[in-house]
């Protein structure tokens, strides 16, 4: 009579999180050494300017045209929701003034973000997924080049680069797309552009500028990580690819929070 094997116990929900919790903390801690890896190679100089410029394109160039949609649609609904309730009370004097706050602030850095996490933080994580699951990373270090120098930082500079000059983009096609949706509903040119030169400021502008370098670099950072951390082949390469885009999005709306701490307290 054969022995039945012994079921393993259920593991206990303390169990269970504090496996997860160790897992995020590793993975914590051999991000930020890429991250720290990856700085040392920009301070010493040591970049790969052929597939930064690359890289650029394709985060950049290649985002244009759906930057270019999200960027106009937002400054169109931004302008729809205040133009409506504001024409109500007669305080459309406001209304270019808060579409180009909103924009500048929060609509476009955030919004263009969200849109490359999908796009480039995917694409990032599954092409160097693919050279790691096909050992072609380790090839690299075979061939004495290091994957951080070669992989890491051209894609860290080129995103950092890129979403500032895609925001730039988002704002602008966002306040004409606001100011065709404003003045259809019933305000004069002049009034929404007034408003807006006269309660956004530079600084503003600046402000998201900054935070869309640091999503930039949020977003290139997480796929590289995902993707040098691949195994387990082609289903190792999707779960990669969408781990990265979850863990991108939910550090950019963390990362916008304290970085609206720090340069919008007031005292």
């Known amino acids: 009579?054969?022995?039945?094997?012994?079921?393993?116990?259920?593991?206990?929900?303390?169990?269970?999180?504090?496996?997860?919790?160790?897992?995020?903390?590793?993975?914590?801690?051999?991000?930020?050494?890429?991250?720290?890896?990856?700085?040392?190679?920009?301070?010493?100089?040591?970049?790969?300017?052929?597939?930064?410029?690359?890289?650029v394109k394709r985060i950049g160039w290649d985002s244009g045209v759906i930057i270019l949609v999200t960027g106009t649609f937002s400054g169109m609904v931004l302008a729809f929701q205040t133009s409506t309730t504001f024409l109500r009370f007669?305080?459309?004097?406001?209304?270019?003034?808060?579409?180009?706050?909103?924009?500048?602030?929060?609509?476009?850095?955030?919004?263009t973000a969200i849109t490359l996490a999908g796009?480039?933080?995917?694409?990032?994580?599954?092409?160097?997924?693919?050279?790691?699951?096909?050992?072609?990373?380790?090839?690299?270090?075979?061939?004495?080049?290091?994957?951080?120098?070669?992989?890491?930082?051209?894609?860290?500079?080129?995103?950092?680069?890129?979403?500032?000059?895609?925001?730039?983009?988002?704002?602008?096609?966002?306040?004409?797309?606001?100011?065709?949706?404003?003045?259809?509903?019933?305000?004069h040119s002049g009034t929404f552009w007034g408003s807006m030169r006269q309660f956004l400021y530079a600084y503003d502008v600046y402000v998201g500028l900054i935070k869309a370098a640091v999503f930039g670099i949020i977003i290139a950072g997480v796929g590289c990580y995902r993707g040098l951390q691949t195994s387990g082949g082609a289903d190792g390469v999707g779960r990669a690819a969408t781990g990265a885009v979850v863990t991108a999005i939910v550090m950019v709306l963390v990362g916008n929070y304290f970085l609206n701490l720090i340069f919008f307290r007031t005292n």
């Open 119 to 187: 796009r480039v933080g995917a694409g990032i994580a599954a092409e160097i997924g693919t050279m790691t699951v096909t050992e072609q990373v380790d090839a690299l270090r075979v061939l004495a080049t290091n994957p951080v120098r070669f992989l890491v930082v051209p894609r860290l500079l080129a995103a950092a680069m890129a979403m500032p000059a895609l925001t730039v983009l988002a704002d602008v096609v966002g306040g004409i797309g606001g100011y065709l949706v404003a003045t259809g509903a019933g305000i």
């Open 1 to 55: 009579m054969s022995e039945q094997p012994i079921a393993p116990p259920p593991r206990s929900a303390l169990t269970i999180l504090g496996t997860s919790t160790l897992r995020t903390l590793s993975d914590v801690g051999r991000a930020s050494a890429m991250m720290l890896q990856a700085l040392g190679w920009m301070l010493r100089g040591r970049l790969e300017l052929g597939e930064t410029i690359e890289q």
């Open 90 to 111: 007669g305080a459309q004097g406001y209304v270019g003034g808060l579409v180009g706050i909103s924009l500048a602030r929060e609509a476009a850095p955030i919004f």
